[in-house]
């Protein structure tokens, strides 16, 4: 683990900002002349967990988030819709698909741990900053045979590890190789 902190992105009835979900750090440092005034520029807001589904937990709780490093870290990756990680690759965690309401801006999809952690300082108002939704496959052009409609998506953070074996026999470069 790097660091952990709280999930932010913009806000969720906003029509600029950035598209992804940052992760703030929990001890964090200021730029040398900045200004506490309002600016209205790009504001970020924290994010919250709102239920939508049967498989929802901590409605209205702040969202935490965790950076983390791995030893194999070219090798870390998402499967979208899985529990677990296939290809002889490490589940790293499970969780599932979150990301902003469908009539709501776009926002990233990222995978969020089952548990759905809220940072030390969460309040349970609803301030409507960025917003969690569980996400589900909708019919059409997707494949329903594989994915009925509206059942709640998991996914899964995959790693593998490569060992001597594999690099002697080609499928991978050593990590400080030129």
Not at 10 to 37: K, Q, V
Not at 132 to 145: K, N, Q
Request: net charge negative.
């Amino acid at each position: 683990m790097l660091y952990e902190g709280f999930m932010a992105s913009g806000h969720s009835g906003h029509r600029g900002s950035g598209a992804n979900t940052l992760c703030m750090h929990n001890d964090p440092e200021f730029p040398p002349g900045y200004s506490s005034g309002n600016q209205d520029g790009n504001l970020l807001y924290g994010m919250e967990y709102l239920n939508t589904g049967a498989l929802d937990l901590n409605h209205k709780g702040d969202a935490a988030c965790v950076v983390c490093e791995h030893d194999s870290a070219s090798n870390v990756f998402t499967q979208w819709g899985r529990v677990t990680c296939s290809n002889n690759y490490r589940t790293e965690y499970s969780g599932l698909i979150m990301s902003s309401y469908y009539s709501q801006h776009k926002g990233e999809s990222v995978c969020v741990d089952l548990k759905r952690a809220t940072h030390p300082r969460s309040s349970s108002t609803h301030d409507s900053g960025g917003l969690l939704y569980t996400s589900e496959m909708i019919a059409g052009a997707s494949d329903e045979y594989l994915y009925a409609p509206h059942n709640e998506l998991a996914c899964a953070v995959c790693s593998r590890h490569f060992d001597a074996c594999d690099v002697c026999s080609g499928l991978k470069a050593p990590l400080d190789a030129p």
